[in-house]
């Protein structure tokens, strides 16, 4: 996805913050519009839902589980999420993908779901519920670039709704991943963290290995919600008496991200330190305080 700066307008057609939402880059003519399962009705009767599109089914698996999404194309979007909506259950909402001015043909639409697929899966953010990969058409080499910049546009868009199908939590080619890599270590416990502060959290890293059973100062509420990170795989017990994370999970807390290592009440800020020995509290708190100060 390009980082270059861009301007995004979100267009409420009833005027309310939680109803239909339609998104787009006023320069590009790709639209995505996000349609609450239960206004629906109020999609259908949209001259958008009568077009060529692609479209995203989302909802959870579980509660607290990974969640859910199903790509789809088709020529008439309202006839299709029609019938989704009669025989798919799991969804909670659609994101629909179209072209402003209807310029989207089959063959860019097949062409796209099956990139978004491929994406989805390389992100490892969302579990689909597709079975097989769609198929890639037949797309000369202008075409193809053609739909892989409606993608980018897509992607911005459906991201910056809130919802980052084709991003992985962690970039592989950071460059400054190593220069801001963190450790949680506990000596004697088997506690050896590695992890990432990013902008939509913390994110403990593949192979981080925590402690197994939880200490008594944890809540039960704790205790469920991480029972839960191991029902869904994201740690695995590790054959020598503790657990390792299979995949990077983001967490919304430092705090939280040290409580899954630990197994006990942790405060992430102090837990959490560069390779100087430097606590996350003193990398990002207090340079922050400082500069405050200073002003």
Same mark, same amino acid.
């Given at each position: 996805m390009s980082s270059t700066p861009k301007t995004i307008q979100i267009f409420l057609p009833s005027g309310e913050p939680h109803g239909i939402r339609i998104a787009e880059i006023t320069?590009?003519?790709?639209?995505?519009?996000?349609?609450?399962?239960?206004?629906?009705?109020?999609?259908?009767?949209?001259?958008?839902?009568?077009?060529?599109?692609?479209?995203?089914?989302l909802g959870e698996a579980t509660e607290g589980g990974d969640r859910l999404v199903y790509v789809g194309q088709t020529?008439?979007?309202?006839?299709?999420?029609?019938?989704?909506?009669? *025989? *798919?259950?799991?969804?909670? &909402?659609?994101?629909?993908?179209?072209?402003? @001015?209807?310029?989207? @043909?089959? @063959?860019?639409?097949?062409?796209l779901e099956w990139h978004a697929i491929k994406q989805i899966?390389?992100?490892?953010?969302?579990?689909?519920?597709?079975?097989?990969s769609g198929f890639k058409p037949h797309t000369p080499a202008p075409l193809e670039a053609e739909c892989l910049e409606i993608f980018e546009t897509g992607h911005t868009l459906i991201t910056s709704l809130g919802f980052p199908?084709?991003? &992985?939590?962690?970039?592989?080619?950071?460059?400054?991943?190593?220069?801001?890599?963190?450790?949680?270590?506990?000596?004697?416990?088997g506690v050896e963290g590695r992890g990432l502060?990013?902008?939509?959290?913390?994110?403990v890293l593949e192979g981080s290995t925590a402690r197994e059973a939880m200490t008594p100062s944890t809540t039960p509420a704790q205790r469920q919600w991480r029972q839960r990170l191991i029902e869904r795989g994201v740690m695995q017990p590790n054959g020598n008496g503790g657990?390792?994370?299979?995949?990077?999970?983001?967490?919304? @807390?430092?705090?939280?991200?040290?409580?899954?290592?630990?197994?006990?009440?942790?405060?992430?800020?102090?837990?959490? *330190?560069?390779?100087e020995g430097l606590t996350l509290h003193q990398l990002q708190r207090e340079p922050q305080a400082a500069a405050v100060s200073l002003d």
């Amino acid at each position: 996805m390009s980082s270059t700066p861009k301007t995004i307008q979100i267009f409420l057609p009833s005027g309310e913050p939680h109803g239909i939402r339609i998104a787009e880059i006023t320069t590009r003519i790709v639209q995505v519009i996000e349609v609450p399962r239960s206004l629906l009705a109020d999609f259908l009767a949209m001259e958008q839902s009568r077009q060529v599109g692609v479209y995203f089914l989302l909802g959870e698996a579980t509660e607290g589980g990974d969640r859910l999404v199903y790509v789809g194309q088709t020529g008439d979007l309202g006839a299709r999420l029609s019938i989704h909506n009669q *025989k *798919k259950d799991f969804w909670d &909402r659609a994101l629909v993908l179209i072209s402003r @001015t209807n310029s989207l @043909t089959q @063959t860019h639409a097949l062409f796209l779901e099956w990139h978004a697929i491929k994406q989805i899966r390389d992100a490892e953010r969302f579990a689909d519920e597709n079975g097989n990969s769609g198929f890639k058409p037949h797309t000369p080499a202008p075409l193809e670039a053609e739909c892989l910049e409606i993608f980018e546009t897509g992607h911005t868009l459906i991201t910056s709704l809130g919802f980052p199908l084709f991003d &992985r939590v962690v970039a592989a080619s950071s460059s400054s991943r190593e220069a801001d890599m963190l450790f949680c270590r506990s000596p004697g416990t088997g506690v050896e963290g590695r992890g990432l502060y990013t902008a939509e959290g913390f994110v403990v890293l593949e192979g981080s290995t925590a402690r197994e059973a939880m200490t008594p100062s944890t809540t039960p509420a704790q205790r469920q919600w991480r029972q839960r990170l191991i029902e869904r795989g994201v740690m695995q017990p590790n054959g020598n008496g503790g657990l390792v994370f299979t995949k990077d999970h983001l967490f919304q @807390t430092p705090s939280g991200a040290a409580i899954a290592l630990m197994a006990r009440r942790a405060n992430g800020w102090i837990e959490w *330190k560069n390779g100087e020995g430097l606590t996350l509290h003193q990398l990002q708190r207090e340079p922050q305080a400082a500069a405050v100060s200073l002003d």
